[in-house]
């Protein structure tokens, strides 16, 4: 009888066996935990210190119904927030623009002005809770906003933790949440690497996202390549604006996802890790370790997901979370099992953060530092992947970059491609989905899901324009010409940004000035 050979999705074979001939070990690329070039993990002590940040991401409706739920997953044990926007939020118009309807809270809450986000915080003391926002375009005015409140619980910014996605670059490769054309939409960033260097020392400036890559279609190896190649974009344009690399490299933060194959997982975070320490020392030439440091947030795949026997995704999420904490994750957002058809209620979000618990306190994962170390397979995927990955980063320079990779649609050619392969394995049953293409049930089991109220629509219609009404006008107008007036200028825009919010400018209001100010991108292809 002959083996059929087996490949990952990245195209990597995976042999029967592997031992110290076919694949010796070549233990100075492994290092040692907390150093050069950190494949075995950021940390000496990774876990043994204390365990991820435990971070469900969460979001719906208005500000009241979202404050509520992050208390009740604080109350299960959540370690960390995760905001959730409404898509009028994420490309900047307010609840009551007719773009917004229809849509608000409905993929995350509504937030229109920094009367929301005293809300939606309302109860929860900044300087003791790490926040996450998943914001882009308007990641700027979010960010001011987290400030303001902050000021008003009297926490100083210089004590707030948390990480701003701010990853403009996925969004034209595979999201679509972009405002403005990339050149000013570069310049917001790195205005927020230099505001932060002095302003913010503990918050995570940008989250450089291979997440949403995957979950458009990508392999693994495309997802670490496009993600690292934009931070090269990010890293270059920041040096371009005057930043020295050790001033802002250390708070940059990754975000990855998390799927189905745990040893091509575990393989991907330790070669995008040892990566990265690379380029920023030898291309960038940075002296602080810190700032070789990849530190990453993983979410589990939402694209895996089935709405079929949706029980079944408690069991992927475990999988991918396991992956995520044996592959050296910072923090963890684990999907709730009925995702595929809802967002998700109270208690599939509780059996979501239980599953990180349980991996936490009782799986024994968190007991020693990197535990397939030294595994022929793992090491072999390790480095099979870091090849690929390199030949495809290789590629993109030499098609000038992730910029103009944006540009000739190299990025959505490249994952529609892979896309479409995976479709066509999957439809001829060369890969298997359990309920899906093998062992299927004659009718879909929908469970209980969440349902947003659609009256919530209007009244935050109301509560906005009641807002508007009520606030000083005349000092917002002087705000937002100030800003306009910046924008049209080489100084850094943050501090008008956050002058403007604390008027109660609302995030429709001063993207406005942006869009009249630097236009709006419109895909040509």
């Not at 074979?13 to 950190?38: A, Q, R, T």
């Not at 590629?395 to 910029?403: A, D, F, N, P, T």
């Not at 919010?501 to 429709?508: C, D, F, I, P, R």
Request: net charge negative.
């Amino acid at each position: 009888m002959t083996d059929n050979k087996k490949y990952t999705r990245s195209g990597i074979e995976i042999p029967m066996v592997l031992d110290e001939d076919s694949h010796p070990i070549d233990k100075s690329k492994l290092g040692k935990p907390g150093e050069y070039p950190f494949t075995r993990g950021v940390y000496p002590n990774m876990y043994r210190g204390r365990f991820w940040t435990m971070r469900q991401y969460a979001g719906f409706g208005t500000a009241v119904e979202t404050n509520q739920r992050f208390k009740y997953l604080l109350e299960k044990g959540q370690t960390g927030l995760s905001v959730a926007f409404d898509l009028a939020t994420q490309i900047g118009y307010d609840s009551d623009h007719p773009m917004a309807a229809g849509e608000v809270g409905r993929t995350g809450v509504a937030i229109d002005s920094l009367q929301d986000m005293e809300v939606l915080f309302d109860g929860i003391p900044l300087d003791k809770v790490s926040t996450s926002m998943t914001i882009n375009a308007s990641a700027a005015v979010l960010l001011c906003m987290y400030i303001a409140v902050g000021r008003k619980q009297g926490v100083g910014s210089d004590k707030l933790t948390g990480t701003i996605q701010n990853d403009i670059l996925k969004e034209f490769i595979s999201r679509g949440t972009h405002i403005y054309p990339p050149k000013p939409s570069m310049r917001l960033i790195t205005d927020i690497f230099a505001f932060a260097k002095d302003n913010l020392p503990k918050f995570n400036t940008i989250s450089i996202s291979g997440y949403h890559i995957r979950e458009a279609g990508s392999t693994a190896a495309q997802e670490v390549a496009f993600t690292l190649s934009d931070a090269i974009a990010y890293v270059e344009a920041a040096m371009k604006a005057g930043l020295d690399i050790d001033d802002f490299a250390p708070r940059l933060s990754f975000f990855f996802a998390s799927h189905n194959n745990l040893f091509e997982e575990v393989a991907k975070f330790r070669a995008a890790r040892r990566l990265w320490a690379k380029i920023v020392r030898e291309r960038f030439a940075a002296k602080d370790p810190k700032s070789m440091m990849l530190r990453f947030h993983t979410q589990t795949g939402g694209s895996t997901l089935t709405a079929q026997q949706p029980e079944n995704n408690i069991v992927r999420t475990t999988v991918q979370a396991l992956a995520a904490a044996l592959g050296g994750t910072q923090s963890l957002h684990t999907n709730s099992f009925d995702e595929a058809l809802a967002l998700p209620t109270e208690k599939s979000a509780e059996i979501a953060l239980r599953t990180q618990q349980i991996l936490a306190y009782e799986s024994g994962t968190t007991e020693t530092v990197d535990p397939l170390a030294g595994s022929y397979y793992v090491e072999y995927l390790t480095d099979e992947l870091e090849k690929q990955i390199v030949e495809i980063m290789d590629e993109i320079e030499r098609l000038g970059g992730s910029v103009q990779c944006i540009e000739t649609g190299y990025y959505k050619d490249e994952i529609a491609r892979v896309s479409w392969e995976f479709q066509q394995q999957l439809e001829h049953n060369e890969i298997v989905v359990v309920g899906v293409n093998k062992f299927q049930e004659a009718e879909i089991q929908v469970p209980s899901i969440l349902k947003i109220d659609p009256a919530l629509e209007q009244k935050k219609v109301t509560a906005l324009q009641e807002m508007k009404a009520a606030r000083d006008n005349s000092a917002v107008r002087d705000s937002l010409e100030a800003l306009r007036t910046a924008a049209g200028t080489t100084d850094n825009v943050i501090p008008f940004v956050l002058a403007a919010v604390e008027q109660y400018a609302t995030v429709g209001e001063i993207s406005d000035v942006f869009r009249e100010e630097w236009g709006e991108y419109r895909d040509s292809r």
